[in-house]
């Protein structure tokens, strides 16, 4: 089977133009919200995807559901694509306006709608931040876990199934969402879930919707689970001699059953960049930056477990964060990686890849991977949510040369495969889009697929929900 196109390469679309009756209609409706400013059409066409942009024919900025309803029917009336927008955060490509169409933008739709503290439930329109919810459920004593690094949208967050540090312990998106408020494809409401923590009535339709990545429809609001602030939270960092000490530790204490709240791999290359970036100090060695959770004496007991299995395997420089302040410079360092490692290769582009491996294969889907990148000779870093499975690496490739493009992406092709064999997936939390289609095939079969496309062809057959993305239409 062929290997997916290079990240820079667009396979070819046929496009489908927003005809000018529907963008008049647009612009009556939403007038200044609805943009045609090549500016803006170029920013709501690219993510942080490698591929080049391709954007949409126009832009509108949603503020309601309503807005979206009366988007959605015009785009069904006129068989035109539309493409769900959050802050653009996305790395495999799904924000591309293949066949043109308009962009839908919800950062405006950033409303929190209903705290219900008692339940631990929130409802919240899709354009919401998780930092935003956090800053709002703080002085309930709650919190909402899912931290996939950068400060993404909560619809965004769920349309690509997002997890994150905290995965370990408080799961994925599929696991925290409770209901969806979707608008279909013919521009009718949907109401998915409910605020009761489990159903059995009827098919899964939220489950269905959340890891859709835009090709089912359009998700408007969000029922979120949310959790106790803990009375207890400590973090470490711990250096190692190799990725592979770092990450034998980490099988050992998950299989141990030690409840770590994050398990966060960085490698040398990734310190570097965040020393420079942030002025951090650090040792420039393997390192896990890790996170308990509980009671004062239930994360004692777990810092002091982990501490031991780290000395095992040769961890050494254990250092404790306790206050809150030492434990945002931290993680802000780590969440702030990918920018960093940009810097350290002025004008360079990067293709940031993520697959993950039942636990105890991730010390041989990494190490394998970490041989290759050395060898190649192309700049990379690693990070990984170590903890269940999921790693990254990013490489750092000259966009002016082309053996080197081709260099990263055959690279790319082994992790990935390599991962598949492992028993793994394609994606632990980027998402199909654009890029990983070919692998979507690979992994779940072609009958699996054949069922996935039906059910899109069902609820949307115009194909006109972020098409050419998770796989062809035809």
């Known amino acids: 089977m062929n290997a997916p196109l290079p990240d820079h390469v667009l396979p070819a679309h046929p496009h489908r133009p927003v005809p000018p009756a529907m963008l008049a209609a647009l612009r009556e409706r939403f007038g200044a919200r609805c943009?045609?400013?090549?500016?803006?059409?170029?920013?709501?066409?690219?993510?942080?995807?490698?591929?080049?942009?391709?954007?949409?024919?126009?832009?509108?900025?949603?503020?309601?559901?309503?807005?979206?309803?009366?988007?959605?029917?015009?785009?069904?009336?006129?068989?035109?694509?539309?493409?769900?927008?959050?802050?653009?955060?996305?790395?495999?490509?799904?924000?591309l306006a293949l066949q043109g169409g308009v962009s839908l933008d919800l950062s405006r739709m950033d409303r929190v709608l209903h705290i219900h503290a008692d339940d631990l439930t929130a409802t919240v329109q899709a354009g919401v931040t998780r930092e935003q919810l956090n800053r709002e459920l703080k002085d309930a004593g709650l919190f909402f876990p899912i931290d996939p690094g950068a400060n993404a949208t909560l619809g965004g967050m769920a349309a690509t199934r997002a997890s994150g540090t905290n995965a370990v312990r408080y799961g994925t998106m599929r696991e925290n969402v409770l209901g969806l408020t979707v608008v279909n494809a013919s521009g009718e409401l949907m109401h998915t879930g409910t605020r009761a923590k489990k159903s059995s009535a009827g098919y899964d339709l939220t489950r269905l919707f959340v890891g859709s990545e835009g090709t089912l429809g359009v998700m408007t609001e969000v029922t979120l689970k949310l959790y106790p602030l803990p009375e207890a939270v400590s973090a470490a960092i711990c250096h190692f001699p190799s990725i592979d000490a770092a990450v034998r530790t980490t099988i050992q204490t998950i299989q141990m059953g030690v409840p770590i709240a994050r398990c966060e791999l960085l490698d040398a290359n990734a310190i570097r960049a965040v020393n420079a970036y942030s002025k951090l100090g650090l040792r420039e060695a393997p390192m896990l930056l890790m996170e308990f959770h509980g009671s004062e004496a239930g994360v004692k007991e777990q810092a002091e477990t982990v501490q031991a299995l780290a000395r095992d395997h040769g961890g050494e420089d254990f250092q404790w964060a306790r206050t809150p302040e030492e434990r945002t410079k931290l993680w802000t360092a780590r969440h702030q990686a990918y920018f960093a490692a940009l810097q350290t290769r002025p004008g360079c582009r990067s293709q940031s890849s993520d697959t993950c491996v039942p636990i105890s294969r991730l010390a041989e889907s990494i190490n394998a991977s970490v041989e290759e990148a050395d060898a190649s000779g192309i700049p990379y870093w690693i990070v990984g949510h170590v903890g269940d499975g999921n790693f990254h690496l990013t490489y750092l490739m000259d966009p002016n040369d082309p053996a080197e493009l081709a260099a990263a992406e055959a690279l790319n092709v082994k992790m990935v495969?390599?991962?598949?064999?492992?028993?793994?997936?394609?994606?632990?939390?980027?998402?199909?889009?654009?890029?990983?289609?070919?692998?979507?095939?690979?992994?779940?079969?072609?009958?699996?697929?054949?069922?996935?496309?039906?059910?899109?062809?069902?609820?949307?057959?115009?194909?006109?929900?972020?098409?050419?993305?998770?796989?062809?239409?035809?």
Do not use: W
């Open 417 to 474: 495969r390599r991962a598949l064999a492992l028993e793994g997936t394609c994606t632990g939390e980027h998402g199909v889009g654009l890029h990983k289609m070919g692998y979507l095939l690979e992994e779940a079969g072609a009958p699996a697929v054949a069922a996935m496309r039906a059910i899109k062809r069902a609820l949307d057959p115009q194909n006109i929900m972020n098409p050419g993305k998770v796989f062809s239409f035809d």
């Open 35 to 95: 943009s045609t400013a090549a500016g803006i059409r170029e920013q709501h066409g690219r993510g942080e995807s490698f591929y080049d942009a391709a954007p949409p024919e126009a832009v509108v900025f949603c503020e309601s559901t309503e807005d979206v309803v009366a988007v959605v029917k015009l785009a069904a009336a006129n068989a035109v694509p539309v493409i769900p927008f959050g802050v653009g955060t996305s790395l495999e490509g799904h924000l």
